[in-house]
């Protein structure tokens, strides 16, 4: 079974200089525990249960807009796989996130998924 705390202590081995940065150990957990909640945490695993990838987003219901701030993988297609899911669980979803510094929107996400 994987927890909220091996999530987190792969992210602390993984993380690079962008995603996750200067997060303790604790404001972790209570990232992925906001993101839970909200059901707005994806979280891709091997057959063995061995982690490869992470995604924390806000969403706005009101707005059906999901703004994604942190996603890590470590394995070539991880984040294609977090699409399908975007896709699949909020369909009709705006995905919006901070692209290199800047405020990026993706209205059309199946053209997203189709260039990774």
């Known amino acids: 079974m994987i927890t909220l705390g091996k ?3 792969w992210i602390l081995v993984h993380r690079s200089n962008k995603v996750f940065k200067d997060y303790t150990k604790d404001e972790i957990v ?5 993101c839970v909640k909200n059901a707005t945490m994806y979280c891709v695993t091997e057959v063995d ?3 490869v990838g992470v995604a924390c ?3 706005d219901d009101n707005e059906r807009t999901m703004f994604v ?3 890590l993988a470590t394995k070539k297609g991880v984040a294609k796989n977090m699409l ?3 896709r699949t669980n909020y369909p009709g979803y ?3 996130g901070d692209r290199y510094g ?3 929107v993706y209205s059309n996400l199946d053209r997203l998924i189709n260039r990774i």
């Open 7 to 9: 999530i987190a202590e």
């Open 57 to 59: 987003a806000r969403k």
């Open 84 to 86: 399908l899911w975007l």
């Open 102 to 104: 800047k405020f990026t």
């Open 94 to 96: 705006t995905l919006c």
């Open 69 to 71: 701030y942190d996603v």
């Open 30 to 34: 209570s990232r992925l525990v906001e």
């Open 49 to 51: 249960g061995s982690i």
